[in-house]
C-alpha cells in the first residue's frame, strides 16, 4: 500500500512538472465562439451522433489527391483531400484552372452523394497556397513571405491573401495550408522565406492580415470569395536548434510562448479555423503527439475552437506510431491526421484503437466536431459544387492585370536597400547598361521553392507565361541594355546590375551550415571586382530566402539590394532602378530588414545573442533616397575556409552518440532494437556504450549465429551532409579489434524515412576487418561520395552507416565522425 502510495506521488510530481506550468498563457480572444452558432453546434451534434465511427474516422483523415478516387472518398467518407507540393493534376504540370475545378466537382460530388442513410458530409479541398495560388500554371507568383516581412505592410499582405482565395475558389479549392507563422531564430532553416520575420510581433501582424485575406472577417468565407486558412506549425518550428528542419526545439515554455505562441493568438483572434500541428519536437516531445500544447495550450486555453490537422505524415515520428497507425497522435488532441497515401490501414487501425478502448469515442466526436464547425463556419456545409462556388465577375485577363499590379506594388515595398554609394541609383534610361548573371533571366529562381512543384527547382522562364525577368523588366525601362551571364560586354557600360543568388528549395533541403554565399567560388564576387576595377558602378540584387553573408559582394557593389523571393513579377525591381526620363526616381525604397543581417559566415540570431555579437545590419533597417549617406567601411572578408571547418566536421561518437544520432541493431534485417540503458542485447549481438567524462568507448560484438546489423539512424529529422559532401567529406569509423572477422563485413549507408529517398547501400569494407590481430587499430573511412554514388542524396541522410556480419567480429569503437577532406580515405566509389 505504502510502495502504490508513493508511486502515485511520484506519478503526480512527474506528471506535474512536465505539464502545469506556472506560466498563464493568455486568452485568445476569439471571434467564434461557439455560443454564439447555437444552430451550428446544434447541427454539429446531431451529424455526430448520426455518423457512424467508420465515417468519423475517415472525417478525421485527410488524403493526398493522387492516391484516391472519388468513389473511395464516397466509399471511406474521407474529410478532406490536398495536392501535395510535388503532387500534379494528371501527371501535367500545366493542368488548367477547367482542369482543376472539374476535378474538385467530381470529388465533391462524390462526398455528397450519400452512402445508405449517413449524412454525406462536403470534402474539403486543401493545397499550398503560399505566395499566390502557386500550383496553378499561368498564376501570378507573389513574394514569399520574407518580402512581405520587409514591407511590413498589412494591408497589402491582406490583399495578396484575398487575391489568392478568389483564384483557388475560380480552380475548385477551399483550403489554404497558409499562413506559416513560423518565427524563424536561426536563418540557417531552410524555410526561412516562408517566415515573415524573427520579431514575433511582426509575423502576429501579417498573420493576422493573412488570415483576414483569405477567410474574411465574417464566418462564411466561401459564400464571399474567400477559403478556410490554415495557421501552420504548431508551434515552435522557427526555434530548433541549429535550425534543423523538423528539429528539435529546446525553449523554455516562456521562450515559446512569448515568441512563437504569439502569433497563434493573433491567428484564432482573427477567427483561423485550421492550425497545423508542426514536424518539430518541443523539449523531447514530437508536436504531433504533444497533449500539453495541443490540448491544455491551443484548445483549452488560448480557446482555439476549430480544428488540428496533421503535417504530412508526421505522427509517425511520435514514439510507438507508423503512418498507418497512431492512437498517442488522436489522444494529444490531433482532430485530423495528413495520411497522404496508405490511408485504408490508417482508418482500419484507428476503427480498431477505439473498439479496443485506446482512443475513447468523446475524443473521436470532439474531433470530428472541430472538423464539422470548420467546415461549417468557412460556409461549406452549405456551399454548391466547387464550379459553382464563385465569380467576381471579372474576367481573367483583367484578374490577371490586377494581381500582376498588386504582385508589382509588393516586389517594389518588398525590396530592402543595404548599400548606396551616392547617386548610383536610380539609373537614367538613357544610360548604356549592363546586366550580369544567370539568375537575370530565371523567373524560376525568382519565384524560390513551393512553386509549381515542391522545391521549384526545376523550373524554366516557360513555366512563367505571363512572367517577368529582371532582365526583361530592365529591357522595358531602358532602351540601351546587353545581357552577359558572366559580366563580360561589346561595348563599355554606363553601369552593371548584377543578379545573383540561391537556387529554390525547400524544407529541409534548404538547411544549411554556414551563410556564407560562394564561399569558395566567390564567382559573383570577382565578376563585381573586375567591373569596378574597369570603373563600371555595380548594382547587386540578391535574390535568396535569407540574409547570407556576402561581404566581398557588398564591398564590391555600389549599391545592394536584398530582393527576397519576388516572384513572377520584376517589375516592382525596375521600379525603383530605373529613373524617369527627368532622372528623378520613380518610387523610393521603403523595404525593412525582417531579419538581422550577419555579421560572420556561421552568424545566426541564437548564437549571436549568446555570444554578444551584433549583427551587420538590424532588423529593421533598409535605405531610401532621403538616407544620409555614411562612408562605407570595407568590411572584412578574410574568412577562410578554416575559420569555419568546425561545421565541416562533425563528430558523432565522442563522450555520448550525439543527436540526431542512435544506435540501433537489427537481426536478418528484422527487429530494430535501439540502445536503452547504453545497452543492445540480441541473441546475435551485443553493442555496450560506455562513457566516462570525455570519451565513449561503443564496444560491438557479433556472435555468428546469424546476421546481425548495428547501425546508426536519423529517425526524427534529415541529416543534410551535402556541404561536407561537397568538400570531400567521408564517415571516419575508429578503434579497436577485439576479435577479427571470420565472414564478409558490409558497411551500409542511406536515406530513409522519406518519400523521396528511401534506399541503402552496401559496401564491402572486409579487408578492413579481417586477418587483424587482437587489440590492433582499425580505421575505416568511406567518402560520402559512395551516397551519391549509389543513387542516395546526401542532402537527406537517415543512416549515418550500418556494419553487418554474418560471422564474428568483436570492435571497440572509440570514435565516429563526418570530417571534410580527411588525410587518406578507404573507399573512395570513385
Ligand atoms: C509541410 C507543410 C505542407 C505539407 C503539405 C509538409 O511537408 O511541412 O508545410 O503544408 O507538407 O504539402
Given at each position: 500500500?505504502?510502495i502504490f502510495?508513493?508511486v502515485?506521488?511520484a506519478f503526480?510530481?512527474?506528471h506535474?512538472?512536465?505539464?502545469?506550468s506556472?506560466?498563464?498563457?493568455?486568452?485568445?480572444n476569439?471571434?467564434?465562439?461557439?455560443?454564439?452558432?447555437?444552430?451550428?453546434?446544434?447541427?454539429?451534434?446531431?451529424?455526430?451522433e448520426?455518423m457512424?465511427l467508420?465515417?468519423?474516422v475517415?472525417?478525421?483523415?485527410q488524403?493526398?489527391?493522387?492516391?484516391?478516387?472519388?468513389?473511395?472518398?464516397?466509399?471511406?467518407?474521407?474529410?478532406?483531400?490536398?495536392?501535395?507540393g510535388?503532387?500534379l493534376?494528371?501527371k501535367n504540370?500545366?493542368?488548367?484552372?477547367?482542369?482543376?475545378v472539374?476535378?474538385?466537382?467530381?470529388?465533391?460530388?462524390a462526398s455528397i452523394?450519400?452512402v445508405?442513410?449517413?449524412?454525406?458530409?462536403?470534402?474539403s479541398?486543401?493545397?499550398?497556397?503560399?505566395h499566390?495560388h502557386?500550383k496553378?500554371?499561368?498564376q501570378?507568383?507573389?513574394?514569399h513571405?520574407?518580402?512581405?516581412?520587409?514591407?511590413?505592410n498589412t494591408?497589402?499582405?491582406?490583399?495578396?491573401a484575398k487575391?489568392t482565395?478568389?483564384?483557388?475558389?475560380?480552380?475548385?479549392?477551399?483550403?489554404?495550408f497558409a499562413?506559416?507563422?513560423?518565427v524563424?531564430?536561426?536563418?540557417?532553416?531552410?524555410?526561412t522565406?516562408?517566415s515573415y520575420?524573427?520579431d514575433?510581433?511582426?509575423v502576429s501582424?501579417l498573420?493576422?492580415?493573412?488570415v483576414?485575406?483569405?477567410?474574411?472577417?465574417?464566418?462564411?468565407p466561401l459564400?464571399?470569395?474567400?477559403?478556410?486558412?490554415?495557421a501552420?506549425?504548431?508551434l515552435?518550428?522557427?526555434?530548433?536548434?541549429?535550425?534543423?528542419?523538423?528539429?528539435e526545439?529546446t525553449?523554455t515554455?516562456?521562450?515559446?510562448?512569448a515568441?512563437?505562441?504569439?502569433p497563434y493568438?493573433?491567428a484564432?483572434?482573427?477567427g483561423v479555423?485550421?492550425?497545423m500541428a508542426?514536424?518539430?519536437s518541443?523539449?523531447?516531445?514530437?508536436?504531433?503527439?504533444?497533449?500539453?500544447?495541443?490540448?491544455t495550450?491551443?484548445?483549452?486555453q488560448?480557446?482555439?475552437?476549430?480544428?488540428?490537422?496533421?503535417?504530412?505524415?508526421?505522427h509517425?515520428q511520435?514514439?510507438g506510431?507508423?503512418k498507418?497507425?497512431?492512437p498517442?497522435?488522436i489522444?494529444?488532441?490531433?482532430?485530423?491526421?495528413m495520411?497522404?497515401?496508405?490511408w485504408?490501414?490508417?482508418?482500419?487501425?484507428?476503427?480498431?484503437?477505439v473498439?479496443?478502448?485506446?482512443?475513447?469515442?468523446?475524443?473521436?466526436?470532439?474531433?470530428?466536431?472541430r472538423?464539422?464547425?470548420?467546415?461549417?463556419?468557412?460556409?461549406?456545409?452549405?456551399?454548391?459544387?466547387?464550379?459553382?462556388?464563385?465569380?467576381?465577375?471579372?474576367?481573367q485577363?483583367?484578374?490577371?492585370?490586377n494581381?500582376?499590379a498588386?504582385?508589382?506594388?509588393?516586389?517594389?515595398?518588398?525590396?530592402?536597400l543595404?548599400?548606396?554609394?551616392?547617386?548610383?541609383?536610380?539609373?537614367?534610361?538613357?544610360?548604356k547598361?549592363?546586366?550580369?548573371g544567370?539568375?537575370?533571366?530565371?523567373?524560376?529562381?525568382q519565384?524560390?521553392?513551393?512553386t509549381?512543384?515542391?522545391?521549384?527547382?526545376?523550373?524554366?522562364?516557360a513555366?512563367?507565361?505571363?512572367?517577368?525577368?529582371?532582365?526583361k523588366?530592365?529591357?522595358?525601362?531602358?532602351?540601351n541594355?546587353e545581357?552577359?551571364t558572366h559580366?563580360?560586354f561589346?561595348?563599355?557600360p554606363?553601369?552593371?546590375?548584377?543578379?545573383?543568388?540561391?537556387?529554390p528549395?525547400a524544407?529541409?533541403?534548404?538547411?544549411r551550415?554556414h551563410l556564407?554565399?560562394?564561399?569558395e567560388?566567390?564567382h559573383?564576387?570577382?565578376i563585381?571586382?573586375?567591373?569596378?576595377a574597369?570603373?563600371?558602378?555595380?548594382v547587386?540584387?540578391?535574390?535568396?530566402?535569407?540574409?547570407?553573408w556576402?561581404?566581398?559582394?557588398l564591398n564590391?557593389?555600389?549599391?545592394f539590394?536584398a530582393?527576397?523571393?519576388?516572384?513572377t513579377?520584376?517589375s516592382?525591381?525596375?521600379?525603383?532602378?530605373?529613373?524617369?526620363?527627368?532622372g528623378?526616381?520613380?518610387y523610393?525604397?521603403t523595404?525593412?530588414l525582417?531579419f538581422?543581417w550577419?555579421?560572420?559566415?556561421?552568424q545566426?540570431k541564437?548564437?549571436?545573442?549568446?555570444?554578444?555579437?551584433?549583427?551587420?545590419?538590424?532588423f529593421?533597417?533598409g535605405?531610401?533616397y532621403?538616407?544620409?549617406?555614411?562612408?562605407?567601411?570595407?568590411?572584412p572578408?578574410?574568412t577562410?575556409?578554416?575559420?569555419?571547418?568546425?561545421?565541416?566536421?562533425?563528430?558523432?561518437l565522442?563522450?555520448?552518440?550525439?543527436?540526431p544520432w542512435?544506435?540501433?541493431?537489427?537481426?536478418?534485417?528484422?527487429n530494430?532494437v535501439?540502445?536503452v540503458?547504453?545497452?543492445?542485447?540480441?541473441?546475435?549481438?551485443t553493442?555496450d556504450?560506455?562513457?566516462?567524462?570525455?570519451?565513449a568507448?561503443?564496444?560491438?560484438?557479433?556472435?555468428?549465429?546469424?546476421?546481425?546489423?548495428?547501425h546508426?539512424?536519423?529517425l526524427?529529422?534529415?541529416?543534410?551532409?551535402?556541404d561536407?559532401?561537397l568538400?570531400?567529406?567521408?564517415?571516419?569509423?575508429?578503434?579497436?579489434?577485439l576479435g577479427?572477422?571470420n565472414k564478409?563485413?558490409?558497411?551500409?549507408m542511406g536515406?530513409?524515412?522519406?518519400?523521396?529517398?528511401?534506399?541503402?547501400a552496401?559496401?564491402?569494407?572486409?579487408?578492413?576487418?579481417?586477418?587483424?590481430?587482437?587489440?590492433e587499430?582499425?580505421?575505416l573511412?568511406?567518402?560520402?561520395?559512395?551516397?551519391e554514388k549509389?543513387?542516395?542524396?546526401?542532402?537527406?541522410?537517415?543512416?549515418a552507416?550500418?556494419l553487418?556480419t554474418?560471422?564474428?567480429?568483436?570492435?571497440?569503437?572509440?570514435?565516429?565522425?563526418?570530417?571534410s577532406?580527411p588525410?587518406?580515405v578507404?573507399?573512395?566509389?570513385?
Amino acid at each position: 500500500m505504502k510502495i502504490f502510495f508513493f508511486v502515485l506521488l511520484a506519478f503526480f510530481l512527474c506528471h506535474s512538472l512536465t505539464f502545469a506550468s506556472s506560466l498563464t498563457w493568455p486568452k485568445a480572444n476569439n471571434p467564434y465562439q461557439t455560443d454564439q452558432y447555437p444552430e451550428y453546434e446544434k447541427r454539429i451534434q446531431e451529424l455526430v451522433e448520426q455518423m457512424t465511427l467508420e465515417q468519423k474516422v475517415g472525417q478525421m483523415t485527410q488524403v493526398e489527391l493522387n492516391s484516391i478516387t472519388p468513389q473511395e472518398v464516397r466509399d471511406f467518407h474521407i474529410g478532406s483531400i490536398f495536392v501535395s507540393g510535388g503532387g500534379l493534376l494528371n501527371k501535367n504540370r500545366k493542368a488548367t484552372m477547367e482542369q482543376w475545378v472539374h476535378t474538385a466537382d467530381q470529388y465533391w460530388k462524390a462526398s455528397i452523394t450519400a452512402v445508405k442513410n449517413l449524412p454525406a458530409i462536403p470534402i474539403s479541398f486543401a493545397v499550398d497556397a503560399v505566395h499566390g495560388h502557386n500550383k496553378l500554371f499561368g498564376q501570378v507568383i507573389y513574394p514569399h513571405n520574407i518580402g512581405l516581412g520587409a514591407s511590413q505592410n498589412t494591408q497589402l499582405v491582406h490583399d495578396i491573401a484575398k487575391a489568392t482565395a478568389e483564384a483557388m475558389l475560380d480552380s475548385g479549392m477551399d483550403q489554404t495550408f497558409a499562413p506559416s507563422l513560423s518565427v524563424t531564430q536561426n536563418i540557417l532553416w531552410g524555410r526561412t522565406y516562408e517566415s515573415y520575420s524573427q520579431d514575433p510581433e511582426l509575423v502576429s501582424l501579417l498573420g493576422k492580415s493573412a488570415v483576414l485575406g483569405y477567410q474574411g472577417s465574417i464566418h462564411t468565407p466561401l459564400g464571399n470569395g474567400r477559403v478556410a486558412a490554415t495557421a501552420k506549425h504548431f508551434l515552435g518550428d522557427g526555434g530548433t536548434e541549429a535550425g534543423i528542419d523538423r528539429g528539435e526545439n529546446t525553449s523554455t515554455e516562456e521562450e515559446l510562448m512569448a515568441i512563437h505562441g504569439k502569433p497563434y493568438i493573433a491567428a484564432i483572434e482573427a477567427g483561423v479555423l485550421w492550425i497545423m500541428a508542426s514536424h518539430n519536437s518541443w523539449q523531447g516531445q514530437r508536436l504531433h503527439g504533444h497533449q500539453y500544447l495541443l490540448t491544455t495550450i491551443l484548445k483549452n486555453q488560448l480557446g482555439f475552437v476549430g480544428a488540428i490537422t496533421g503535417d504530412w505524415n508526421s505522427h509517425a515520428q511520435i514514439n510507438g506510431c507508423t503512418k498507418t497507425h497512431c492512437p498517442e497522435a488522436i489522444n494529444a488532441g490531433m482532430d485530423m491526421l495528413m495520411v497522404p497515401y496508405g490511408w485504408q490501414d490508417f482508418i482500419h487501425n484507428t476503427v480498431e484503437d477505439v473498439k479496443q478502448g485506446r482512443i475513447s469515442e468523446s475524443r473521436i466526436n470532439d474531433a470530428v466536431s472541430r472538423i464539422l464547425r470548420a467546415k461549417f463556419y468557412s460556409g461549406l456545409m452549405e456551399a454548391p459544387k466547387p464550379s459553382k462556388r464563385f465569380s467576381t465577375g471579372v474576367s481573367q485577363s483583367e484578374i490577371q492585370q490586377n494581381n500582376k499590379a498588386l504582385a508589382r506594388k509588393a516586389v517594389r515595398e518588398s525590396l530592402v536597400l543595404l548599400k548606396h554609394d551616392k547617386e548610383t541609383l536610380p539609373i537614367h534610361p538613357e544610360k548604356k547598361i549592363l546586366v550580369v548573371g544567370e539568375l537575370a533571366n530565371n523567373i524560376g529562381a525568382q519565384t524560390g521553392g513551393w512553386t509549381l512543384g515542391w522545391q521549384g527547382d526545376d523550373l524554366t522562364n516557360a513555366d512563367f507565361p505571363h512572367g517577368t525577368s529582371i532582365l526583361k523588366a530592365i529591357q522595358s525601362e531602358a532602351k540601351n541594355v546587353e545581357y552577359s551571364t558572366h559580366g563580360s560586354f561589346h561595348s563599355q557600360p554606363d553601369i552593371a546590375i548584377v543578379v545573383y543568388g540561391e537556387r529554390p528549395y525547400a524544407e529541409w533541403l534548404g538547411d544549411r551550415r554556414h551563410l556564407a554565399f560562394e564561399l569558395e567560388s566567390s564567382h559573383h564576387a570577382k565578376i563585381l571586382e573586375q567591373l569596378q576595377a574597369k570603373g563600371i558602378p555595380t548594382v547587386s540584387i540578391l535574390l535568396s530566402g535569407r540574409p547570407l553573408w556576402l561581404n566581398r559582394e557588398l564591398n564590391a557593389s555600389n549599391a545592394f539590394i536584398a530582393a527576397w523571393l519576388p516572384g513572377t513579377e520584376a517589375s516592382g525591381i525596375s521600379d525603383l532602378l530605373i529613373a524617369t526620363p527627368q532622372g528623378q526616381p520613380r518610387y523610393n525604397f521603403t523595404g525593412k530588414l525582417p531579419f538581422d543581417w550577419p555579421q560572420a559566415p556561421v552568424q545566426s540570431k541564437p548564437e549571436a545573442q549568446a555570444h554578444n555579437v551584433s549583427s551587420l545590419f538590424n532588423f529593421g533597417y533598409g535605405l531610401n533616397y532621403s538616407s544620409t549617406a555614411k562612408d562605407w567601411k570595407t568590411l572584412p572578408t578574410d574568412t577562410l575556409l578554416k575559420d569555419i571547418e568546425s561545421i565541416f566536421n562533425v563528430d558523432i561518437l565522442t563522450d555520448k552518440i550525439s543527436s540526431p544520432w542512435i544506435l540501433r541493431a537489427s537481426e536478418n534485417k528484422k527487429n530494430d532494437v535501439q540502445l536503452v540503458n547504453n545497452r543492445i542485447q540480441l541473441d546475435s549481438l551485443t553493442a555496450d556504450l560506455k562513457s566516462n567524462n570525455s570519451q565513449a568507448k561503443l564496444q560491438v560484438h557479433w556472435h555468428g549465429t546469424q546476421k546481425a546489423k548495428i547501425h546508426l539512424d536519423n529517425l526524427n529529422a534529415y541529416t543534410n551532409y551535402q556541404d561536407i559532401f561537397l568538400h570531400d567529406g567521408a564517415i571516419v569509423i575508429e578503434g579497436k579489434i577485439l576479435g577479427p572477422a571470420n565472414k564478409k563485413v558490409l558497411f551500409e549507408m542511406g536515406c530513409r524515412g522519406v518519400e523521396y529517398c528511401n534506399r541503402f547501400a552496401d559496401i564491402n569494407v572486409s579487408k578492413v576487418f579481417k586477418k587483424r590481430k587482437k587489440n590492433e587499430h582499425f580505421s575505416l573511412s568511406v567518402s560520402l561520395h559512395c551516397f551519391e554514388k549509389n543513387k542516395i542524396d546526401t542532402r537527406h541522410i537517415g543512416r549515418a552507416f550500418g556494419l553487418e556480419t554474418s560471422g564474428k567480429l568483436s570492435l571497440e569503437i572509440t570514435d565516429i565522425r563526418v570530417q571534410s577532406q580527411p588525410k587518406s580515405v578507404d573507399f573512395t566509389c570513385r
